[in-house]
Nanobody
Framework: VQLQASGGGLVQAGGSLRLSCAAS????????IGWFRQTPGKEREFVAA????????YYSDSVKGRFTISRDNAKNTVYLQMNSLKPEDTAVYYC??????????????????WGQGTQVTVSS
């Protein structure tokens, strides 16, 4: 599975962005899809995840209520709608596909496929 992340950019605090993660094939839907972010010198941090089977969603506490993960089946695409952005949301955002067990869905290791990352910068 090849993943293509896009939609990053520069936005002022309080603004919104929508990230997209497009997959190269429909088998994408047998995976869980996760969004992670990383800043220089820090480990990759979980943001949100989605399971196609059952449609369960998961969010980190830092983005809950502000970010929403969703899908478009016809386009093999998962979105991350980010509202009320804060300067601390500034990072490179990555989408990933994998088959983590539920207890590991918020950790990066079980995800075997990664997109190239898209930069999100939130100015104060």
């Amino acid at each position: 599975v090849q993943l293509q992340a896009s939609g990053g950019g520069l936005v002022q605090a309080g603004g919104s962005l929508r990230l997209s993660c497009a997959a190269s094939e429909g088998s994408f839907r047998s995976y869980a899809i996760g969004w992670f972010r990383q800043t220089p010198g820090k480990e990759r941090e979980f943001v949100a995840a989605f399971r196609w089977s059952g449609g369960s969603t998961y969010y980190s506490d830092s983005v809950k209520g502000r970010f929403t993960i969703s899908r478009d089946n016809a386009k093999n695409t998962v979105y991350l709608q980010m509202n009320s952005l804060k300067p601390e949301d500034t990072a490179v955002y990555y989408c990933a596909a994998g088959r983590p067990i539920i207890g590991a869905i918020m950790t990066p290791n079980p995800y075997g496929y990664w997109g190239q990352g898209t930069q999100v910068t939130v100015s104060s």
